[in-house]
């Protein structure tokens, strides 16, 4: 089945144009590349440099949202301008540390394609407060079923990273997907709706992504086995297409945790199933300028192998989200195999696996991808076997050296009863990364040793991404905190203060958007929390 998918993108038409694409990219790439050596640093969004597409306005007339108009401009000449260009389909290192896309916001789990951008700051440098609480009391709540048994799930979860964007009316709308099966449009403001929820078939677990280049729609993973694309510019939020888990034959389940990297109208995306996929979206509007999509799936692969199946059985489940770097996408899988594939000739059917390595345990966290292409893999311990003993839980993986990419690798025992590992996608600092792990401790790590510089107690199960935006690194907790640390020596971390948010665990990772903080909670309510106007905590839901 999985071979009639992948033909369907191998039209000789597709080839003309891929050829035309790889001839603009080429010109363009040394006068990117040089361009982003120039302009490294800062907030500044990522454009990409294209002669085909030029300052388009993609809706015309509009209702609920009010247009967007994406431009995307190509700067070759100045060198004074901030905007960073890109050759089309690639992922150059200029964009590590940036947003992404011509939209103004956090589009994303992690923000951008190597997974290193968190938002906008500042983040408070006092301890904040609760700004308000959706719903007001009581909980997003849902009932979900494996195997038989029914668990009620509340709140939102891992690893549930809304987005926040400001709309082209100006509001600043936050996006999330929870455990009441439903994904929430709020004012960032004032917790207000701004849309009708959109309801999916099972509890959101993952994060959404919002169409990076301007388009109105939403995609997001459900526990419902589809994969949904949603069009955000009708009365109400409405599917365009969605993508079923059976398209290929998988394994494991058909949820969709991790969350999709939008690429020039490509879609790359990991599933329960164990499969990737490369999908075209081929967007665009209809006569009335509402928004379609047509898409047309390139590629389906499976992230596991027969011999992986027979050693270790089938859950070779993909949760984590996949990330780009260059013209390579990775991701791991339960299994423990981190995968490259290259997708430079995605566009007519073709990838291939040109980095394979296997940590040993399941890897949910997503891959962190430096300037110099470094992988750092955050590996959990559930299978606890000599392999992930010998190659450690948080790993970099030098992929120029595919036959032994192992640069270091660190330990995480797990203490108090609880297992080690880590579930939490790490921060990428300054020549440190910040991590949090299970047993749940926040450590410091030497980006080039590997060396343990550093590290504090959260608690346990620390299963929120840490967040770093300036000087300030701020880290949600299962003790339903909030703990900011000052960075400015970034080997030293200094606490700078502890917001309590909820009574409940937080699992989900913060969203930061200028001075404001946006978290769902195991209590049932979604926070925003801002520099403080009460010096009351969150209210406790009624029920
Ligand atoms: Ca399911
Ligand atoms: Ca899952
Ligand atoms: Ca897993
Ligand atoms: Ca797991």
Known sequence: MSHQVQEEGRGVGRQGVALVLVL???????????FITDNLGGDDPVSVATTTRTSTTLFAATTEPPGTVATTTAPTTSTT???????????????VGRPWGS???LTMFRGNPTRTWYGTGPIPQEEPAVDWRYPETGGLCGDSSVGGETTTWCGSGWTGQPVVWERPDGVTEVIFGAYDKSIHFLDAETGERTREPFLTGDIIKGSVTLDPDGYPILYSGSRDGEFHVI???????????????????????????GNAVIIDDILYEGGENGWFFAIRLNRGTDSD????????????????????????????????????????????????????????????????????????????ASIVIDRDGMLYVSVEEERKNERSAEVGQLVKLDPSKPDDPRVWGVRVPGKGGDDGGLWATPALGDGVLYAATHPGDLMAVDTETGEELWSDELGWHAWSSPVLVGDTLVVATCTGALQAYDITEPTQPEPLWTAQVSESCIESTPAVWKGRMYVGSRDGGFYAIAPGRSASPGSTPSS
């Open 24 to 34: 603009v990219a080429a010109l363009l790439l040394v006068v990117a590349a040089q």
């Open 231 to 257: 069009a955000l510019d009708r009365d109400v939020p409405e599917e365009l297409w969605s993508l079923p888990a059976t398209v290929v034959d998988g394994i494991w389940n058909d949820d969709f945790d």
């Open 103 to 105: 939209v103004k916001g």
């Open 81 to 95: 301008s901030t905007t960073v260009v890109r050759p089309p389909n690639v992922i150059p290192a200029g964009t």
């Open 289 to 364: 300028g509402k928004v379609v999509v047509d898409p047309e799936i390139l590629d389906t692969f499976p992230g596991y192998t027969q011999e992986m199946v027979t050693e270790l059985g089938n859950n070779q489940s993909i949760e984590n989200s996949v990330a780009v770097f260059g013209q390579t996408v990775y991701f791991a899988n339960s299994g423990g195999r981190v995968v490259g594939m290259d997708v430079s000739d995605v566009s007519s059917g073709e990838t291939e696996v040109v980095f394979d390595y296997w940590v040993g345990d399941d890897v949910d």
